[in-house]
């Protein structure tokens, strides 16, 4: 059983930066897939940023020049670090996992922490 919580969201102005934590227990980091997604009011959940479990990554299209992804294995911590904020970033934020080597699609995570809000103005 694997539980997150993720924490580190807030408002910023426009061109602000902010780095999102993602805090894992009840498993080890390694052989998960770990990911962040994000869901705006009338918008459908987008994948954001993946990391393998071989530390392989990946990012979506929305954001992609202004994100990225990580994590410390010491600390059981994935980590988003946004910069270059925009009103469009506004969303709900969630982290999630799946213990498999690697991950390309939304339905393939079965673990979801509870969001944390951002909102770029």
């Known amino acids: 059983h694997v539980q997150l919580v993720e924490s580190g969201g807030g408002s910023v102005q426009a061109g602000g930066s902010l780095r999102l934590s993602c805090e894992v227990s009840?498993?080890?980091?390694?052989?998960?897939?770990m990911a962040w997604f994000r869901q705006a009011p009338g918008k459908e959940r987008e994948g954001v940023a993946v990391?393998?479990?071989?530390?392989?990554?990946g990012y979506g299209d929305s954001a992609k020049d202004r994100l990225s992804i990580a994590k410390d294995n010491a600390t059981n911590t994935l980590y988003l670090q946004m910069k270059d904020l925009k009103p469009e970033d506004t969303a709900m934020y969630y982290c999630?996992?799946?213990?498999?080597?690697?991950?390309?699609?939304?339905?393939?995570?079965?673990?979801w922490g509870q969001g944390t809000q951002v909102t770029g103005s």
């Open positions: 999630a996992a799946e213990p498999r080597t690697a991950c390309y699609a939304r339905d393939e995570f079965n673990y």
């Open positions: 009840g498993s080890t980091r390694s052989g998960y897939c």
């Open positions: 990391i393998h479990a071989d530390g392989r990554t």
